[in-house]
């Protein structure tokens, strides 16, 4: 598919996914009180099958780039892209629990895997890159190796280069740059909405400087 083509349709994908409730906007209070003028609710898609379709198709032509044997999804709003790529590319997957189970089997990952294969990370949003390196550092520990994620959003607030220092490359289908121009374009936000936006990306970053239990502890960021 041609650059051009590919955008125009990532640019239709972004307005359904505004028309459908994806994106809302205003003062949103996000995870441990912080607020934001943007959060992009991917779990309304699964009340949108073709749409759930067309982003999962999206992450597997990005995941075409990438050698890996098996696809793990970031629990929970990227489970069901994880399963959509899994089903439609053939690719085995498996799935890390929230908490390790406590009774009969006590696993923290489901599903059959072998050491030393290569997991393609699936993950909705990333915004300090806590959820998706608590995941992969689960993943590394029952001896998989993880060295890419693929994400439909970067919201551009330095995660991806939290993740690449811990040896993790993030292919994203949007950054936050992307969509809000997107939206722009089809009139679906403003110049106002725009302007709010981008200064809430430069002003809120995580970053390195962070203390690593921060980042990959409870504290998750927007
Ligand atoms: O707009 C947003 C922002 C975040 N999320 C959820 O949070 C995590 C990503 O945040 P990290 O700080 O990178 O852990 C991700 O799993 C999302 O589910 C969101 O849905 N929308």
Not at 95 to 102: G, N
Not at 183 to 192: F, P, S, T, V
Request: glycine share 8%.
């Amino acid at each position: 598919m041609g650059d051009n083509k590919m955008t125009r349709s990532l640019s239709t994908l972004a307005v359904e996914l505004f028309d459908a409730g994806a994106v809302r906007l205003g003062d949103i209070e996000a995870k441990l009180g912080r607020h934001t003028p943007i959060y992009f609710d991917l779990r309304v898609i699964v009340s949108h099958p073709r749409m759930m379709n067309a982003v999962s198709q999206e992450l597997l032509n990005l995941a075409s780039n990438i050698e890996h044997d098996i696809l793990c999804g970031v629990p929970y709003a990227a489970l069901p892209f994880a399963t959509v790529m899994s089903v439609t590319g053939n690719t085995p997957m498996i799935m890390k629990r929230k908490e390790t189970k406590l009774y009969a089997t006590k696993k923290i990952i489901e599903g059959v895997y072998n050491r030393h294969q290569k997991c393609l990370v699936v993950e909705d949003v990333v915004t300090s890159g806590g959820s998706l390196l608590e995941t992969v550092s689960t993943l590394r520990n029952e001896g998989l190796s993880v060295d890419h994620a693929v994400v439909v959003l970067d919201r551009e607030q330095g995660g991806a280069s939290v993740l690449m220092a811990n040896g993790v490359n993030v292919h994203a289908l949007f950054t936050m740059t992307d969509l809000v121009t997107m939206l722009r374009n089809a009139d679906r936000i403003n110049d106002e909405t725009v302007e709010i936006v981008s200064d809430h990306i430069k002003e809120c970053q995580f970053g390195l400087k962070e203390p690593l239990q921060r980042i990959n502890g409870a504290d998750n960021g927007p």
